[in-house]
């Protein structure tokens, strides 16, 4: 497999008045086009801090990050939003979704920004709630759904712009046990099926297991990688 995210002596500090926080120390890694990553690490180790780096949400203080052999660090605030719009798609621990919107409604929000009809935006949301089994519920608004189908609705919006890489921080760190092996399985399946690149953040030794491969941090060093 071909090397989709590489990461070269990558740094992040904080300033929090005179006082500096490096949060991530001189990371280097490589992830595989198609790989279905788990980062985990205690709290504050770096690990979503290093997810925001992957996804271009967050700038680096030092060291470079190219994904797909662009160098997302080096982009404007303007080019990044552009490149995340089109590349990338986040999954949120807490879904994240308009209340007064259906699920249908929700999932089309990213495609807003696409020059798309209105009729094509409503085909590719109800194909993206197929993918995900919720091809009956797209008229349901958030509280008419459970925690489950609204995570699920969440990664619906995710893949609806066909993002290579998926990123997701804790996706299942709200839900009871069925409802995250539901979700797990699906995220899965769409990396297995569908060639999604994943980079997960999770606390659960149980949904790491889903993925291909477990990294380590610990005080924003990476401290283990080894195949799961």
């Known amino acids: 497999m071909s090397t989709l995210i590489e990461i070269r002596d990558l740094s992040k500090v904080y ?19 198609g790989d279905f990553l788990a980062l985990m690490g205690p709290s504050g180790s ?5 997810l925001n780096l992957i996804g ?24 990044l939003a552009k490149w995340r719009a089109s590349n990338v798609g986040f999954v949120f621990q807490f879904y ?16 807003l920004l696409t020059k798309l009809s209105a009729a094509q935006r409503r085909k590719n949301a109800a194909i993206a709630l197929k993918l995900v089994g919720l091809e009956d519920r797209g008229s349901h608004k958030p509280n008419e759904l459970s925690g489950g ?3 699920r609705v969440a990664i619906a919006r995710a893949i609806v712009s066909d993002p290579n890489l998926l990123v997701c921080d804790e996706p299942t760190g709200d839900l009871d046990r069925q409802s995250a092996e539901d979700v797990l399985g699906l995220l899965r399946q769409l990396n297995r099926e569908h060639g999604k690149t994943i980079v997960m953040v999770t606390h659960d030794p149980k949904a ?11 005080k924003g060093t990476l401290v283990e990688q080894a195949l799961a």
Do not use: C
């Not at 300033?15 to 086009?33: F, M, S, T």
């Not at 700038?59 to 080096?74: E, F, N, T, W, Y």
């Open 15 to 33: 300033v929090r008045g005179k006082q500096k926080v490096e949060v991530l120390h001189h990371i280097n890694l490589n992830i595989a086009e």
């Open 46 to 50: 770096g690990k979503t801090t290093l």
């Open 56 to 79: 271009g949400l967050d700038a680096a203080s030092g060291g470079s990050i190219s994904v797909g052999g662009q160098r997302i660090d080096q982009f404007g605030a303007g080019a």
């Open 96 to 111: 994240n979704l308009m209340p007064m919107l259906s699920a249908q409604r929700n999932v089309e929000l990213p495609l």
């Open 149 to 151: 189908q609204q995570q």
């Open 208 to 218: 790491a297991e889903y993925a291909n491969q477990t990294l380590h941090l610990d």
